[in-house]
């Protein structure tokens, strides 16, 4: 069983720049893929982005050059750098996890989520 715990949303300006973590429980961290879903009010969970266990990553083309996914193995965190904000960002972002994957980018696809954190970006 692995939890996962997503901080660091807030309020921002179109422009600005923040840096979701979503920290994982247990010791077998290295061994999972995880990823980043956004959900705007509305609108269906869509993919954001994802960094294997052996740390390829992809990116959906609408946050291509603007966001990172990282990962630190000894601290069993995820990371998701986000610059150049915009407001079509705006949404409920969550990290998801599932052991030894590819680059999975349907929600379908992943075992473990966390309860989100908001991401709200203003004109």
């Known amino acids: 069983q692995v939890q996962l715990v997503e901080t660091g949303g807030g309020l921002v300006q179109a422009g600005d720049s923040l840096r979701l973590s979503c920290a994982a429980s247990g010791r077998t961290f290295s061994s999972y893929t995880m990823g980043w879903f956004r959900q705007a009010p509305g609108k269906e969970r869509e993919f954001v982005a994802v960094i294997t266990w052996g740390k390829t990553t992809y990116y959906d083309d609408s946050v291509k050059g603007r966001f990172t996914i990282s990962r630190d193995n000894a601290k069993s965190t995820a990371y998701l750098q986000m610059n150049s904000l915009k407001p079509e960002d705006t949404a409920v972002y969550y990290c998801?996890?599932?052991?030894?994957?590819?680059?999975?980018?349907?929600?379908?696809?992943?075992?473990?989520w966390g309860q989100g954190t908001q991401v709200t970006v203003s004109s």
């Open positions: 998801a996890a599932r052991q030894y994957s590819g680059t999975l980018s349907r929600a379908h696809e992943y075992t473990y």
